[in-house]
């Protein structure tokens, strides 16, 4: 079930003449924002951030935590950002720990931290979705309505979804139709968001 997005991100989003289509998605009924709309929103509000702090660091073993401070004219906000092989699956642990920790400190000046998710917060978010835990008929008409709603401005959701969409398609149970409705929707998104 699609977790009601806070009238403040659809406010905050308007704001930056985006909509909650083209900046979120739903992940097992968490609202989660792209982090390139975050970006964006820091812009919009000015967010100023100071050089990290590195907290742990070992490039061998791909550990990275930082911490980062964010202001908003009067107010600071500092969070962690972490990224290790537990939790992040890409080759760059050192920018996803800092994309994590900006992340977390836009949402909390913009007061919506605990309410609203980003992109950069976990993989399962940056997956996309359908849902693992989902069977495989959800999964593949949750695929096909996720294709059908995407406009020709969708391409960071499309491309956060590439992974799932892979997934699906080598599912061993799913069907032949299935596998050829999925495919074609998805060349179709594809179609129409690169040409």
């Given amino acids: 079930m699609r977790k009601q997005i806070p009238q403040r991100l659809s406010n905050i989003l308007e704001e930056i003449g985006l909509t909650t289509r083209q900046a979120t998605w739903d992940c097992h009924g968490t609202p989660v924002v792209l982090h390139k709309a975050l970006e964006k929103i820091a812009a919009h509000y000015q967010i100023k951030f100071d050089a ?86 959800d999964r593949f008409e949750a695929s096909l309505t996720f294709y059908k709603e995407l406009s020709k401005t969708d391409k960071d959701l499309f491309i956060a979804g590439e992974k799932s969409y892979k997934r699906l398609i080598n599912t061993p149970d799913l069907s032949e139709e299935q596998f050829d409705k999925v495919v074609k929707a998805h060349n179709a998104a594809k179609e129409l968001i690169f040409t």
């Avoid at 964010?70 to 760059?92: H, I, L």
């Avoid at 836009?106 to 980003?118: A, E, M, N, P």
């Avoid at 399962?124 to 359908?130: A, M, Q």
């Fill in 52 to 137: 990290p702090t590195i907290i742990e660091s070992d490039a061998s073993s791909k550990t990275v935590v930082v911490c980062v401070t964010g202001r908003m004219g009067d107010v600071s906000e500092w969070s962690f950002g972490e990224a290790a092989p537990y939790n992040n699956k890409n080759n760059y642990p050192f920018a996803m720990a800092e994309k994590r920790a900006k992340d977390r400190v836009i949402l909390k000046l913009v007061g919506l931290h605990g309410d609203t998710y980003s992109q950069a917060e976990a993989d399962e978010f940056e997956e996309g979705l359908p849902s693992l835990n989902m069977t495989t008929d």
